[in-house]
């Protein structure tokens, strides 16, 4: 026993690197569910009242984003674009952020995003989110058909988001 108490530390720290180097990996194989559906959500522009489930009909992306994130802000004008290709009234993108207004209105001004509904909720540690961008498409029925997590090139989805609204 005595031999292996030298290799002890060396080791408990090679296990911790390995786990924390793993993270993102591991991360991606559990997206949190989408529990929030019903929880009320505001509007930035017209502070109206909206629930993911008021969408349903409507294939949608959902994009928990924060302000400070800089794969949020490489994704946004993705989104916007992949709204203006799409361009069917069935399509819709919605970001969510706990952040306030100040914040979000300088966001939407430095990136292209009119093609995208930007509304606001109580916190996203009660969404069950922790990692932005955060990202949901939804089909008609609600139902999460994909979880991307860190920045994607949504553009690559354009034609299963056809095929979604075509059902």
Known sequence: ???????????????????????????????????????????VDGQQPLRINDLRGSVVIVSCFQTWCMDCARETPVLNELAATIHSPAFKVVYITDEDEQKINGFRNRFASNNILFTRSATMKELGISVFPTTYLLNKKGEVVTVKFEGYDWLQQADKIRELLAL
């Open 1 to 43: 026993m005595k031999k292996l108490k030298p290799y002890f530390l060396p080791a408990a720290f090679v296990l911790l690197l390995a786990g924390w180097a793993g993270r993102k990996h591991i991360r991606n194989l559990f997206p949190p569910a989408m529990k929030f559906s019903n929880n009320l959500l505001t509007t």
